[in-house]
């Protein structure tokens, strides 16, 4: 069968997509459309037979894109964007489709009634629920996976050792934002244990005691090699706490105005969760930018609770080795 999976974004939800592609790409010949800022996440994945590349969304490039689709005589389109114009570009297809249903609702519910007692089933699960739901042939409970490009990257070669550990202070939205004295404590702390730490993140970070400043300065392909060789990422809930699990690198994820009950949350055994669950949280879908209580739902987070984490991951890790 031939299926194309649309999604345009965002870097997580690409990222989590992953574990389709893996349930999949044994029985089925796998496209996946997606946008330009996106494209190379996947460019040499084995699993994809092809990449179509949405280069913008207007009317005439939506058109364009389901036509290119529709040459292709896919069997299925499922649509695990479910907006616009995901649903006109699956529509216009003219092929039978499919739409992935986020349960936006459920989590609006979770915003409205913070104290109700309701945690939904993780993303990458319910994307392969979808399947079974359609019954394609599939192989169940695949996990995120992500593919180690082979080009290697100069900036790697200042990664020697196996002592690093990474940070991922940024975000979009304040009530995601990682405290930067807070952050220095804990890499303080990390050095004096001979710790080495590098950051990452899509601007230049200029306040961060680190060994090595990558932020603002890593591609995809950059950025899941160096998180491989990472013993654990310290992350907000972000794109790059997904891309850190798909390549089998346990992360600390410090949940502010959203909530692990999303179903967001880290999969991995070894992975820490930081969640304070207080009274008005979750505030918000994606991260809130104002707040009269100053942010205490991830500016109380301290470096102790932090700390406590990171050093439980790297004592097991050194423990299985």
Known sequence: MRIVILRYGQLGDLVLLSS???????????ILSTSFNFQSLYQHDPRLNKILVLQNSRPSDLIRHSRLIRKLHPDLVIDYQNKIKSRIIAKLS????????????SRIKLIKNPRKSLSLPLAWKRYLNLLTRLEVKHIPHCPPKLYLDRCYDPLLSNITGDNWIGFHCQSQHRGKQLNENTVNEVIGELKKREYRIFSIGS?????LCVDLNLAGQTNFTLLKQLLAKAICLVTSD?????VAEAVNTPV???????????????????????YLNLTCSPCSLHGQDK????FSCINSINSEMILKEILFIAENRAIST
């Open 291 to 294: 707040c009269s209580k100053n």
């Open 20 to 30: 389709v592609f893996e349930s999949l790409y044994k029985f089925h010949e796998l």
């Open 94 to 105: 003219k092929t039978p489709y499919s739409v992935y249903d986020s349960l936006r609702k």
């Open 203 to 207: 601007e230049p970070e200029q306040n």
């Open 238 to 242: 972000s794109g790059p706490l997904h």
């Open 252 to 274: 600390v994820a410090i949940f502010g105005s959203t909530s692990p009950d999303f179903g967001f949350r880290p999969w991995l055994p070894k992975s820490r969760t930081i």
